[in-house]
């Protein structure tokens, strides 16, 4: 089953993938961001400004990996925030970040599927960075959220 390799491969790939988004002063690492990530980074400023307002908003962020967009949201005063991701040891990191940030009250962090959640439930803002890559079938992610009012 895919959604078991791509589990897999970031459950074992987690720490290095958080240091995708580390902000590192080095020279190489100022280097490296420069060159190679900042689509990464602008596309991440444009998510969170678009997530505006945020105070009494729910937010779901799907495929959170180690909770970046999820806790920087969480720094909103949003109503609460919660971030799926099916690796058990993104799920580990996000929490711990969400606790050295401050938020983890009002963070949510669960090893889950997207495709096995209730459909009654709603959020202001879904977040799926980098989740549609791994899907077979976008579209029945799209027909999901339409047809449950997210």
Not at 73 to 79: E, I, R, V, W
Not at 109 to 135: C, R, T, W
Request: aromatic residues 12%; glycine residues 8%.
């Amino acid at each position: 089953m895919q959604e078991n390799k791509t589990a897999s491969f970031f459950d074992s790939y987690s720490l290095d993938f958080n240091a995708i988004y580390g902000s590192g002063t080095g020279f190489f690492q100022r280097l490296i961001n420069k060159w190679f990530r900042q689509t990464m980074l602008i596309r991440f400023q444009k998510t969170i400004a678009a997530c505006k307002p945020l105070e009494g908003k729910t937010i779901l962020d799907v495929g959170c990996g180690p909770g970046i967009y999820t806790v920087t949201l969480a720094k909103g005063s949003p109503d609460f925030v919660v971030g799926i991701d099916f690796a058990p040891s993104m799920i580990q990191i996000a929490r711990q970040e969400a606790k050295k940030a401050g938020v983890e009250d009002i963070c949510r962090f669960e090893i889950a599927d997207f495709h096995s959640l209730p459909e009654d439930k709603q959020y202001n803002y879904l977040i799926l960075m980098g989740f549609m890559d791994y899907i077979k079938n976008p579209q029945q992610i799209i027909e999901k959220n339409n047809a449950s009012g997210k």
